[in-house]
Nanobody, 123 residues
């Protein structure tokens, strides 16, 4: 079992930056693909960014490309999401997720989830 705990959410004005952190426990995440999803009110959950165990490539949703950066520190069992140039449409609950396998785009393919952290961006 892997337990995931997100932190770093909060309020921000448009154009500001936030850094989300996901701490994993229970098992090392070295072999896991790690991802950040988000769900805005009234919308479906969407994949924001993902990074495989090797970190050799990353995936980003078109809406966040050039603004968000996912990274991982396997030694610390942590994953991060640096969010720059925030927009009001980035407002959502952000979830950290893990799967034992290659990157997938569907949330149902992920094995473990955190509780989520709320990001609110005002205009």
């Amino acid at each position: 079992q892997v337990q995931l705990a997100e932190s770093g959410g909060g309020f921000a004005q448009a154009g500001a930056s936030l850094r989300l952190s996901c701490a994993a426990s229970g098992r090392t995440i070295t072999a896991y693909t790690m991802a950040w999803f988000r769900q805005a009110p009234g919308k479906e959950r969407e994949l924001v960014a993902a990074i495989p165990w090797s970190g050799e490539y990353t995936y980003y949703a078109d809406s966040v490309k050039g603004r968000f950066t996912i990274s991982r520190d396997n030694a610390k069992n942590r994953v991060y999401l640096q969010m720059n140039s925030l927009k009001p449409e980035d407002t959502a609950v952000y979830y950290c997720a893990a799967r034992n396998g290659p990157t997938r785009y569907r949330g149902a393919m992920y094995d473990y989830w955190g509780q989520g952290t709320l990001v609110t961006v005002s205009s």
